[in-house]
């Protein structure tokens, strides 16, 4: 069983940056792959970004890319989400999400445990 807690969710300007975190506890960290995902308001939770256990791959949504990074450190226990240019589009609650295997999904369905998702609210 993993727990993941997510913290540093908050209010900025379009343009700005913002780092969510995710800390995880539980069984062995480092031998899953992490994901976010975010949900806006009226729509559906979507992929954000994803990394493999190693951290040494990773995938991002087209709306993201070149945006966003998803460092992880093991040692830690915690995987970050570093939002930089940030839009108003980006705004949603962010949730991040870990599998017991190593290899990075796109799927939610792939994921088997689950934080409770940040706020992230951009303004124009």
């Known amino acids: 069983q993993v727990q993941l807690v997510e913290s540093g969710g908050g209010l900025v300007q379009a343009g700005g940056s913002l780092r969510v975190s995710c800390a995880a506890s539980?069984?062995?960290?480092?031998?899953?792959?992490m994901g976010w995902f975010r949900q806006a308001p009226g729509k559906e939770r979507e992929f954000v970004v994803a990394?493999?256990?190693?951290?040494?791959?990773?995938d991002y949504a087209d709306s993201v890319k070149g945006r966003f990074t998803i460092p992880r450190d093991n040692a830690k226990n915690t995987v970050y989400l570093q939002m930089n240019s940030l839009k108003p589009e980006d705004t949603a609650v962010y949730y991040c999400?870990?599998?017991?295997?190593?290899?990075?999904?796109?799927?939610?369905?792939?994921?088997?445990?689950w934080g409770q998702g940040t706020q992230v609210t951009v303004s124009s």
């Open positions: 539980g069984r062995t960290f480092s031998r899953n792959a």
């Open positions: 990394i493999t256990w190693s951290g040494g791959s990773t």
């Open positions: 999400a870990a599998r017991r295997f190593m290899a990075a999904m796109r799927m939610e369905s792939e994921y088997d445990y």
